[in-house]
């Protein structure tokens, strides 16, 4: 049975995103600070039932530890043991963003008529909003523009170059910038610009190999993009007498419906290559014609990218054309928040104490609160290990990770007792 015993409680990072020991990074191997000299300001929780102390720190023996303070000390001087304060970075996410500018972006592709107001106005807004949003932070976007037709964009290394380079968000100025130099217009060679997006994120991913990289591909068209007579690249060219390379173009529905198939495919067999090196890949599918747009066909390439299935926004009014791209996007950065914490190794070849672990979580209102074990996830609240057996990371449960990841500025508190005794004598509080 797990038991909770009183023990220091240190602040750690902002909680975002996946959450790993120091010890993967930085200049202290150990993942722990150092012992001190046991003279560090106690708390002032009384025996049993403890207020929040000033200084934080560790108990006398007896009773349980009043609720961290705002500068927790250490537990002193123990000798072997790992009741020093645990520490824990951030692990960043790196968003390589892929974005459709081609022509049906503004323009009715059966009228012609301008829908600019409709679908690119609102998408571009809900985009900058995300990046500029604060509940971004913590994760890194870069944003390359894809669209046209020709022999040049045949080939991935069209789209290998971002138009914004990665960088940390929130950002409410690089990004907007980009957008307002953009005009839409040209066909939507996806199978291009794919491989463009898997080459951006493999370098990203090789650059920061400690951190979460994906592609986010966001497009209105599945691709249909044609490229002119002397394309040799296998990977556009793959209907040989259907579009003209081969032989004699049979430009009927069916040919089309192949060669879209054949071309999703392509997409979505880059997008497999990008998850077997780790990097996700997801869909943001953008319809102002569901019945002639078949964007479900997209669920092909997210599958392949290992997130499922695309994400469809249904071009309708302005109002909820924003909200259902910023609610992709949304889900898109949940998705890749963790509420999980490795456990670091102690240092000095110390003993965690797995029955005497505590979990506690400050608002950005710098209000405390202790989330409780619960190996069952009871009510869909608490935290328990990974394996109560040989524990290697602490998992928060649903309702509490939701309650977590809805308040980045919030932080996650955490302290890991020693198996033994104290540095005065105590056990670390009542059992």
């Not at 909200?323 to 670091?344: G, Y």
Request: include cysteine; glycine fraction near 12%.
């Amino acid at each position: 049975m797990i038991r909770h015993r009183s023990v220091t409680l240190a602040a750690v990072s902002a909680f975002i995103a996946t959450v790993i020991a120091a010890g993967c990074g930085g200049s202290d191997d150990s993942g722990f600070n150092n012992g001190g000299d046991g003279n560090e300001n106690p708390g002032n929780g009384a025996p049993g039932n403890g207020a929040p102390g000033s200084g934080g720190g560790v108990t006398n023996g007896a009773g349980d530890a009043g609720l961290p303070g705002t500068n927790p000390g250490n537990t002193g001087n123990v000798t072997n043991c790992a009741s020093q304060t645990a520490q824990a970075t951030l692990r960043p996410v790196n968003l390589v963003f892929m974005f459709d500018k081609s022509r049906s972006m503004i323009r009715d592709t059966t009228t012609g008529a301008d829908i600019t107001s409709k679908k690119w106005g609102p998408i571009v807004d809900a985009a900058e909003s995300f990046y500029a949003d604060s509940q971004s932070a913590r994760m890194r976007a870069s944003l390359t523009f894809f669209s046209g037709s020709g022999l040049a964009l045949c080939s991935a290394d069209a789209f290998s170059k971002s138009q914004v380079s990665l960088r940390d968000l929130p950002n409410s100025k690089d990004f907007k910038a980009a957008f307002d130099g953009v005009k839409p217009d040209g066909g939507t060679p996806s199978v291009a610009a794919m491989g463009g997006a898997a080459k951006q994120a493999q370098t990203v991913a090789a650059e920061h190999k400690e951190e979460v990289t994906a592609i986010v591909l966001a497009t209105d068209g599945t691709p249909e993009d044609k490229c002119p007579d002397g394309c040799t690249d296998p990977h556009d060219c793959c209907v040989a007498n259907c579009d003209g390379h081969g032989g004699t173009p049979v430009i009927d529905q069916q040919c089309k419906d192949r060669e879209t198939t054949c071309k999703v495919n392509l997409v979505a067999s880059q997008a497999k290559t990008a998850k077997d090196q780790g990097i996700r890949t997801y869909v943001i599918g953008i319809t102002s014609d569901p019945e002639h747009d078949k964007l479900e066909r997209l669920n092909t390439v997210a599958k392949s990218g290992g997130t499922t299935e695309a994400m469809l926004v249904k071009v309708n009014d302005t109002t909820s054309t924003k909200q259902a791209f910023i609610k992709a996007l949304n889900e898109i950065r949940t998705q890749n928040m963790s509420c999980d914490f490795a456990i670091p190794n102690p240092p000095g070849g110390g003993t965690i104490n797995y029955d005497a672990v505590r979990v506690n979580f400050t608002n950005s209102s710098n209000a405390a609160s202790t989330i409780s074990y619960s190996e069952a996830c009871a009510g869909g609240n608490g935290w328990h290990y990974d394996d109560k057996a040989a524990p290697k990371k602490i998992s928060l449960c649903p309702n509490s990770c939701k309650t977590v990841q809805g308040d980045p500025l919030g932080k996650i508190n955490i302290a890991f007792d020693c198996k033994g005794q104290l540095a005065d004598g105590g056990t670390g509080g009542v059992h």
